[in-house]
């Protein structure tokens, strides 16, 4: 939705269609007002990964009557305060983040600024122990949309992904699984030989019930989760 309103936006500013104007600033005020709906709490719009686009398009220009100072001021100190747990790993999410760091959105490509100074993201330091063997966690990976149910306990290096986690038990328990390369990074396609149909989805879920907010290639499960692969319609 911010991404439509962002090229709303763009188009209104080039002025390429001067008979749609009317119709694009209304689309325009119609997302922005949509997405401040979707505010929680903490700051965020949605989820903390759909953030940065949707605070890049409330930066781009003031809606009339509604007042968008305090929305943006939360949501930049929740964004902030996501930055140090290392929430942000992921290139394509950092290339949305980056700019709204620094004030700006991607309609600011229309007539860039190259010379000023910008902020960038440090990597996360992480000094691995010398003397001290890597701790080894459990993770179950259960998959229920096969039969007979895949259901095994995989043990990997504290701070693995899910991806190693896939890995290890292809190479020791028997799992299969394929993925596309995206630019989100690997999209998981196919578990067990069975490969997602059209509008079905291999979804990542965290025992019970809560979905993953990354991928396979960025989150990292923790000792004693079990992480459940299901097949669902979108
Ligand atoms: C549409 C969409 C989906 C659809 C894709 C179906 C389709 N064919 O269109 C469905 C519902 C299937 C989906 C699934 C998932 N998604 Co999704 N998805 C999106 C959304 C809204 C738009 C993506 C898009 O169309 N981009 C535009 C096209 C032109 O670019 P593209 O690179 O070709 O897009 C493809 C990839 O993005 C891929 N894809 C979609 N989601 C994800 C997630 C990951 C981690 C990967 C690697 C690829 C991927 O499907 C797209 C279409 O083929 C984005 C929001 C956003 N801001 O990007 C979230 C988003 C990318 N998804 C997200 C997540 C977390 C997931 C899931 C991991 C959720 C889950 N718990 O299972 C799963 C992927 C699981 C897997 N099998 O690997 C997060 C990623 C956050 C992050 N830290 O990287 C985003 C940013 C949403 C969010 N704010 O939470 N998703």
Known sequence: MAMAGLAFTCLERTDLNPNLRLRITRAIKTVKENILKAQTPEGSFGNIYSTPLALQLLMTSPIPGVGLGTACFNTRAALLASLPNGAFQNALMISQLLPVLNHKSYVDLISPDCLTPRVMLEPAMVTPSQTEAPEVIQVTLTVPSVLPRYTHSI???????????LKKAKELRGFTYGTQATLSGPYLTSVMGKVVGEREFWQLIRAPDTPLLQGIADYRPQNGETIELRLVAW
């Open 155 to 165: 043990h990997v290096p504290a701070g693995s992904s899910l991806e190693d986690v």
